[in-house]
T-cell receptor, first 111, second 114 residues
Framework: GEDVEQSLFLSVREGDSSVINCTYT??????LYWYKQEPGAGLQLLTY?????DMKQDQRLTVLLNKKDKHLSLRIADTQTGDSAIYFC???????????FGAGTRLAVHP | DVKVTQSSRYLVKRTGEKVFLECVQD?????MFWYRQDPGLGLRLIYF???????EKGDIPEGYSVSREKKERFSLILESASTNQTSMYLC?????????????FGPGTRLTVL
């Protein structure tokens, strides 16, 4: 069945770049997403990429997609303490806009 | 601004109680979803609904049921709560169209079953 995997923790120093990785299994996914969850809140869409693209840049965020290896990454440049959160990778499957989420990567930013 | 609200932020119930979690969205979205979030497991889909009175099972529907009598409201029901249903429950909604579609999430209900 469909599965999305990502590492659970990442710790970076403030000002460094963070790279969060994700692998997925459904090659028919049209869109892949990154959601962010801040403490005590629900998830919010951070960015997404269409499956026929291999890169998307949005200010400090860069998404890379390697469709052959089914690998997705999110790079956050100049990471700030406000970026501390859980980041979820998700792929769209089937109809009704269903998403399959990874376990989430908890990003800790330290001075 | 899309708003998804959930009836409670925190809930404590006893084993065997019937529990209702309510979710309301104000953007006339066709689709609504219930997830549970557990550390190390991420979000797992319990049920979703694509229209009033329509529902589909997700990946972990056992022990849960849902109700969607009005378009804006989607309820999750635990018929007889058990301790393994202690979790964070998240509701989400989205439009029904294809393409890139964002799911909008509520703040979550942290349920503890004693």
């Amino acid at each position: 069945g469909e599965d999305v995997e990502q590492s659970l923790f990442l710790s970076v120093r403030e000002g460094d770049s963070s790279v969060i990785n994700c692998t997925y299994t459904d090659s028919s996914s049209t869109y892949l997403y990154w959601y962010k969850q801040e403490p005590g809140a629900g998830l919010q869409l951070l960015t997404y990429i269409f499956s026929n693209m291999d890169m998307k840049q949005d200010q400090r965020l860069t998404v890379l997609l390697n469709k052959k290896d089914k690998h997705l990454s999110l790079r956050i440049a100049d990471t700030q303490t406000g970026d501390s959160a859980i980041y979820f990778c998700a792929e769209s499957i089937g109809g009704y806009n269903k998403l399959i989420f990874g376990a989430g990567t908890r990003l800790a930013v330290h001075p | 601004d899309v708003k998804v609200t959930q009836s409670s932020r925190y809930l404590v119930k006893r084993t065997g109680e019937k529990v209702f979690l309510e979710c309301v969205q104000d953007m006339d979205h066709e689709n609504m979803f219930w997830y549970r979030q557990d550390p190390g497991l991420g979000l797992r889909l319990i049920y979703f609904s694509y229209d009033v009175k329509m529902k589909e099972k997700g990946d972990i529907p056992e022990g849960y049921s849902v109700s969607r009598e009005k378009k804006e409201r989607f309820s999750l029901i635990l018929e007889s709560a058990s301790t393994n249903q202690t979790s964070m429950y998240l509701c989400a909604s989205s439009t029904g169209t294809g393409g890139m579609v964002e799911q909008f999430f509520g703040p979550g209900t942290r349920l503890t079953v004693l």
